[in-house]
């Protein structure tokens, strides 16, 4: 091999190094402003949903509020910024005073996955929006690293993290939002054995989620259901064109 040959090898590798270091980075980045900003909207949406069912337990406690520090739990926080999936501390509710007492539940617990759900897409059109000028096309496609180029993988991981948090949210498991979407359409001895069982159910639930993470992308359902919302939203965006002729 040259002189020439080998220095370009270097050179090659440490651009790649280099690229990996800030997507890495930025991965952390995008989770840190998930906990900071989508987080608080998530919590909030779920306080709003329940006021408007007549329950002012969680506006009472504070809850309708973007301050991160209003509903920030430590373990789950540290989980979110490490793994991409978290929690927050639970928005207490009181059904009793809701109009609609299981839909109430309901559709309070499915405020907070929408909330992500909205994020996603908001992320996704502003990364579809910057395909469609010169510059932002440009930096999708080239390995060089510029300020363009991060907002762009940031996006990308925004996007990603607020889908990863819907669906695991809605987990028909508790204490995830799922199951009390799918309360909704269970009789009431299935939750007061939930309710009975609630220890068990967790260990359950904390085991399989721990499987479920090393389980192959082929075989994996949370995969496959990232990809499907993904592919769902990207639709709803792909439609803006952009320099390369491309969607």
Request: with cysteine.
């Amino acid at each position: 091999m040259h002189a020439d040959d080998l220095r370009c090898t270097f050179k090659c590798y440490a651009d790649e190094r280099k690229i990996m270091n800030i997507e890495t980075f930025l991965s952390f980045f995008a989770r840190v402003l998930t906990l900071l900003l989508v987080i608080p909207i998530h919590e909030s949406a779920h306080a709003l949903v329940a006021k408007w069912f007549g329950d002012d337990t969680a506006e009472r406690a504070g809850r309708i509020s973007l301050n991160p520090m209003d509903h920030i739990h430590p373990i789950g926080s540290l989980l979110m910024v490490l793994t991409g999936f978290g929690w927050a501390n639970p928005v207490p509710i009181n059904p009793v005073k809701m109009k609609k007492y299981r839909a109430g539940i309901a559709l309070t617990a499915l405020a907070g996955p929408v909330s992500n759900i909205l994020a996603a897409f908001v992320a996704g059109l502003a990364y579809a929006i910057l395909l469609c000028t010169e510059k932002g096309y440009a930096a999708a496609i080239s390995t060089a690293v510029t300020p363009m180029s991060c907002v762009i993988i940031l996006l990308q991981y925004l996007f990603s993290v607020n889908i990863g948090l819907a669906i695991f949210n809605l987990i028909p498991i508790p204490p995830l939002d799922g199951y009390n979407v799918l309360s909704y359409f269970t009789p009431s001895k299935v939750d007061r054995w939930f309710h009975q069982h609630q220890r068990e159910v967790s260990m359950v639930f904390f085991i399989t989620i721990i499987g479920i993470s090393y389980l192959p992308a082929r075989i994996n359902p949370l995969h496959y259901a990232h990809s499907f919302v993904a592919d769902l939203l990207w639709d709803c965006v792909k439609w803006i064109p952009n320099p390369g002729g491309g969607s």
